[in-house]
């Protein structure tokens, strides 16, 4: 089965110039990355392509905290792709934020979820399509980009309420003098919190002949994007969140996706699959992900991808691999090995 159009994701011609202005050369990161070097020109990459980039980028610069501020201000407006455009020329603080959450489900890998509670609006990353987070320097990123925004857009240094994170940032400190705010990392999520009060700032940078312009482009696109989603890539979106559950069945999938049960199996014999199928590619694919990481027990993978005990998922990857996963992991770091040495 071919990877699902939600896998590509489109870099923004002003990323690479970005890096040039920090003084990070794209040709280095692409090395850094192990990538061929012909992916600067590219216009979609893979989610692992996308995630080694950045890693790359982390690498190059030394330290996270400081690789994030650095590029989170030096981002030029005039660089944004138009989805962040429409947000730069929002009403006020709310709208572009609300609007950052809409228009970034047509920009994996991320998802943003947004909350008004109280005195706080806290904005939740989530990570779309897999279950391997993105590296910290996205995560970062991500979460400075919003606090910039509200900066660039009301023209006042805005602070925000706190920040978590879930893996280390490097130097924190410079995180927190960015964010003015405690930050916090070894968090269960990466979030970030915000004074409600600031968002019903104005933006100086309003322009409603122009959102009435780019508005209803982003939203046929938006609606473009989410219809070509196949009914299987959907189930296995969802089968990847939800293989820790245990067991889990085609009435369960299918009341995530709103239909019955005998509907869901019908599109999917539509599209000449099953869901034992999707559910069996879904767990190969998570565990080749997770042996991937040495720091994961064989046990513990063998319960992320949905398996009771380590006798089933032994017998399952044999049926995949032909091979042990102690032995598919071991060949692995082998040739990682050999790669460096060369």
């Known amino acids: 089965m071919n990877a699902p159009s939600a896998d590509l994701i489109k870099i923004a011609p002003g990323f690479w110039a970005s890096l040039r202005g920090v003084g990070v050369d ?11 070097l012909s992916v600067i020109h590219e216009p979609l990459v893979t989610t692992a392509q996308y995630y080694s980039i950045w890693q790359a980028y982390s690498e190059l610069f030394g330290d996270t905290a400081a690789g994030i501020v650095k590029l989170a201000t030096a981002y030029e407006t005039a660089q944004y792709p138009p989805a962040a455009l429409a947000t730069f020329h929002a009403r006020d603080y709310r709208d572009a934020l609300n609007r950052m959450v809409r228009y970034k489900q047509m920009c994996p890998p991320e998802n943003l979820r947004i909350r008004e509670e109280g005195e706080q609006c806290s904005i939740e ?3 779309q399509h897999t279950d391997q987070p993105g590296p910290p320097v996205l995560a970062g990123i991500t979460l400075a980009y919003l606090l910039e925004l509200g900066r660039r857009g009301t023209g006042r240094h805005l602070t925000a309420c706190s920040v978590e994170f879930i893996h280390p940032m490097g130097d924190v400190r410079v995180l927190e003098g960015y964010f003015g705010c405690r930050v916090r990392t070894g968090a269960d999520r990466n979030r970030l919190t915000l004074k409600r009060e600031d968002l019903d700032r104005p933006f100086a940078s309003y ?40 067991r889990i069945d085609i009435q369960t999938v299918a009341s995530e996706l709103g239909m019955s049960g005998r509907t869901l199996q019908r599109r999917l014999t539509d599209e000449g699959l099953s869901f034992k199928r999707l559910l069996a590619e879904t767990r190969h694919e998570q565990a080749l992900a997770y042996l991937a990481d040495p720091t994961l027990e064989i046990k513990e993978v063998a319960f992320l991808v949905g398996y009771e ?34």
């Open 26 to 36: 794209p040709v280095d990161v692409a090395r850094q990355a192990r990538l061929p």
């Open 125 to 127: 990353l989530e990570w």
């Open 309 to 342: 005990d380590q006798n089933s998922f032994y017998r399952a990857f044999r049926s995949w691999e032909g091979e042990t996963p102690a032995n598919w992991r071991a060949a692995q770091e082998h040739w990682r090995s050999a790669l460096v040495t060369e």
């Open 207 to 246: 322009n409603e002949e122009l959102l009435e312009i780019l508005t209803p482009a982003l939203e046929r696109t938006l609606e473009e994007r989410q219809s070509q989603f196949t009914t299987s890539a959907k189930v296995k979106w969802i089968l990847s969140r939800c293989l820790t559950r245990g």
